[in-house]
């Protein structure tokens, strides 16, 4: 069963983000702060649960939370900085949107730029262990998944509809055959070597 936050003294956001290994496409990422009596038997680690049942979770979480948000980094912000840096970049940015202020951070992971002198703490894989990590890591996944549900309809050739971008061997394949477009991660070395001329 999932703890409801690491400590229960001061108001706590969960953070978590989403797309980070992938080749194309923004990475997602959401803050969220839950009443501290939330609790649903389905709530867990995004990675765990189905498409369906992240979505589920996404309409209960959004109706259920006290303040959750969802910002994102582009492909290009990602190639201009690298992508920890846009990662911990869009944590910032959902909560500067949260309509309560929290009075402490806890981050799934093990990286974290301080955020306007709220104490903070990283855990890793605490999306399997903080239901508030949990909901911000299937807020972050269901915005991503949406996202590149709609890149597809402009990019068929890649096959975002079913990998969401990340580097399976069917997009590795349309990326040799059809190259890069503006929404992969230019950074990644993604391009296959060019094959030595005879």
Not at 30 to 58: C, G, T
Not at 126 to 151: C, F, N, Q, V, W
């Amino acid at each position: 069963m999932l703890l409801n936050a690491y400590q229960d003294i001061l108001l706590e956001a969960g953070c978590d983000e989403a797309g980070r290994g992938c080749y194309a496409g923004p990475v997602f990422a959401a803050a969220v702060i839950l009443p501290a009596d939330f609790y649903h038997p389905l709530l867990n680690d995004s990675k765990k649960l189905s498409e369906k049942q992240r979505q589920e979770m996404e309409t209960i979480i959004k109706k259920a939370a006290i303040a959750w948000a969802v910002a994102s980094q582009t492909a290009a912000e990602i190639d201009g900085s690298n992508i920890l840096k846009a990662s911990i970049k869009c944590m910032h940015l959902a909560l500067d949107q949260l309509k309560k202020r929290p009075k402490f951070i806890a981050i799934d992971g093990n990286r974290f730029y301080p955020y306007k002198k709220i104490p903070h703490i990283t855990i890793v894989k605490g999306d399997g262990k903080y239901a508030h990590i949990a909901a911000a890591s299937i807020l972050a996944k269901t915005a991503r998944d949406a996202y590149m549900e709609k890149a597809h309809l402009k990019h068929p050739n890649y096959g975002w509809d079913k990998n969401k971008g990340y580097g399976t061997a069917i997009h590795r394949a349309a990326i040799e055959k059809f190259g890069l477009c503006f929404e992969h991660r230019k950074s990644f070395n993604i391009l296959p070597p060019q094959l030595n001329l005879l």
